[in-house]
């Protein structure tokens, strides 16, 4: 299984951007569906997910900022981002795990917030 992750751009402060996830078999037999963010010098984090019932839980940081959804259909996981924030900026990745239960993620996308 791929992951391919795209939607990442250069945006100012309070503006909005939405990151998909395309995966390259049917996400609907995935338990969950997540995105993480890096910054140089730091560990990957948590933003959100979004499991195989819909339901879905993000980091204190971005709540009520952005929403994941996802598209069973098109096999695609989105990550709707509103009112960035410098703290935003950061290369974020797709990840879920297979029925099988390995690590699977995707290649990253960069999001750039400037002021």
């Known amino acids: 299984v791929q992951l391919q992750a795209s939607g990442g751009g250069l945006v100012q402060v309070g503006e909005s951007l939405r990151l998909s996830c395309a995966a390259s078999?049917?996400?609907?037999?995935?338990?969950?569906m997540a995105w993480y963010r890096q910054t140089p010098g730091n560990q990957r984090e948590w933003v959100a997910h979004?499991?195989?019932?819909?339901?879905?839980y993000y980091a204190d940081p971005v709540k009520g900022r952005l929403q994941i959804f996802r598209d069973n259909a098109k096999n695609t996981v989105y990550l709707q981002m509103n009112r960035l924030n410098l703290g935003d900026t950061a290369v974020y990745y797709c990840?879920?795990?297979?029925?099988?239960?390995?690590?699977?993620w995707g290649q990253g996308t960069q999001v750039t917030v400037s002021s």
């Open positions: 078999e049917s996400i609907s037999t995935f338990d969950f």
């Open positions: 990840h879920t795990r297979s029925p099988s239960n390995l690590p699977l």
């Open positions: 979004i499991k195989s019932d819909y339901s879905t």
